[in-house]
């Protein structure tokens, strides 16, 4: 069994809408050979509470407006610092940067396929990288 059609969707409206608020490493996992309550996880992550808080509005306006879906479940709003929205096919995880590091969910979901995303999701890192952002 494999992700969804509709978490695929899902997964690159709210990647594209991370990346839109210049989100960290935007990575998703297709977790449907793993879990029964979810297809896949996305993963980003923000410089401070404040970009955090930014990518989460952003995700879920993107995926109200453009995929009709609207989070079941939101945690960790009030602290800012890891905010999780459950869709019930996707869920998606927003971290700060220090959260992202210590938790380190991409060893837990490593050996899950990658959900293909565009190459230009991360592309402000890459200028970032380079010095030019």
């Known amino acids: 069994m494999t ?26 996992y297709d977790v449907s050979e793993q879990l029964v309550i979810t297809d896949a996880f996305l993963l980003c992550s923000g410089t401070n509470d404040r970009q955090v808080q930014a990518i989460v509005e952003e995700v879920e306006n993107r995926l109200r407006e453009e995929g009709g879906a609207k989070p079941v479940r939101r945690e960790g709003q009030r602290e800012g610092r890891w905010i999780l929205l459950d869709y019930i096919d996707v869920i998606v995880h927003v971290q700060h940067e220090e959260e992202r590091a210590f938790y380190a969910l991409e060893r837990l979901w490593k050996d899950c396929p990658p959900v293909e995303l565009p190459e230009d999701i991360n592309a402000h890192m890459a200028q970032r990288a380079r010095g030019t952002a």
Not at 14 to 27: F, N, P, S, V, Y
């Open 3 to 28: 992700a969804s059609e509709r978490a695929v969707q899902l997964v690159r409206l709210a990647a594209q809408a991370g990346a839109d608020k210049l989100a960290d490493d935007i990575i998703a």
